[in-house]
């Protein structure tokens, strides 16, 4: 059964602060990683999606990273804002006939005005 | 406008009484599925399909069962609802093959008294 992990599960950064969030699997053979928000009572909205292939994809201020060999991805955003408070999730979508999508239990972030 | 409809928002019912929970994606999207979304133990996949006709388990199928029949619907029964369904659901739906980014739905509250 593959795993997801997301440290931590809370940050809280002043307004205008760069900042990273971490994302570690277990499956070696994961055909794509996702990076989501979701907004209290709200549905997740996906924000970049990076395939098993590609090191990176980018989205404004945002930026995620993957590194298959250490089982790793990392959303960096840029300048953040308050209204960039949400919690994020991270999701990895397994290839090879079996296309289970493991999540993360997320980081919730607070942007301090 | 693209997007995924799950209906009905709220729902409370008693044990026993069959469910259905309605899920409507409009971007003819091969894959879809449906997840639980419970406090501590973060989101997790309950069934998910590759097409029409083609469904299979997630990692907490017991008690839910799913049809395919068209494209575009994808519907999450509850037989026999017992408490420990009381969650909040959502439906999601994506391309195969090639652009898998996830679009999901506002989700469902179940309360099973």
């Known amino acids: 059964k593959q795993e997801v992990t997301q440290i931590p599960a809370a940050l809280s950064v002043p307004e205008g602060e760069n900042l990273v969030l971490n994302c570690s699997f277990t499956?070696?053979?994961?055909?794509?990683l996702q990076w989501f928000r979701q907004d209290p009572g709200k549905g997740l909205t996906s924000l970049l999606l990076?395939?098993?292939?590609?090191r990176e994809q980018t989205s404004g201020r945002l930026n995620a990273s993957l590194d298959k060999s250490s089982g790793r991805s990392t959303l960096y955003i840029a300048a953040s804002q308050p209204g960039d408070s949400a919690t994020y999730l991270c999701?990895?979508?397994?290839?090879?006939?079996?296309?289970?999508?493991?999540f993360g239990k997320g980081t919730k972030l607070s942007v301090i005005p | 406008e693209a997007q995924v409809t799950q209906n009905p928002r709220y729902l409370i019912t008693v044990t026993g009484k069959k469910l259905t929970v309605t899920c409507s994606q409009n971007?003819?999207?091969?894959?879809m599925s449906w997840y639980r979304q419970d406090p501590g133990l973060g989101l997790r996949q309950i069934y998910y399909?590759?097409?029409?006709?083609?469904?299979d388990k997630g990692d907490v199928p017991e008690g839910y069962k799913v049809s395919r029949k068209e494209k575009r619907n994808f519907p999450l029964i509850l037989e026999s609802p017992s408490p420990n369904q009381t969650s909040l659901y959502f439906c999601?739906?994506?391309?195969?093959?090639?652009?898998?980014?996830?679009?999901f739905g506002s989700g469902t509250q179940l309360s099973v008294l």
């Open positions: 999601a739906s994506g391309l195969v093959g090639s652009d898998e980014k996830l679009f």
């Open positions: 499956d070696s053979a994961i055909y794509n």
């Open positions: 990076i395939q098993s292939s590609q």
């Open positions: 999701a990895e979508f397994s290839g090879a006939g079996s296309y289970q999508l493991t």
């Open positions: 971007m003819n999207h091969e894959y």
């Open positions: 399909s590759m097409n029409v006709e083609v469904t």
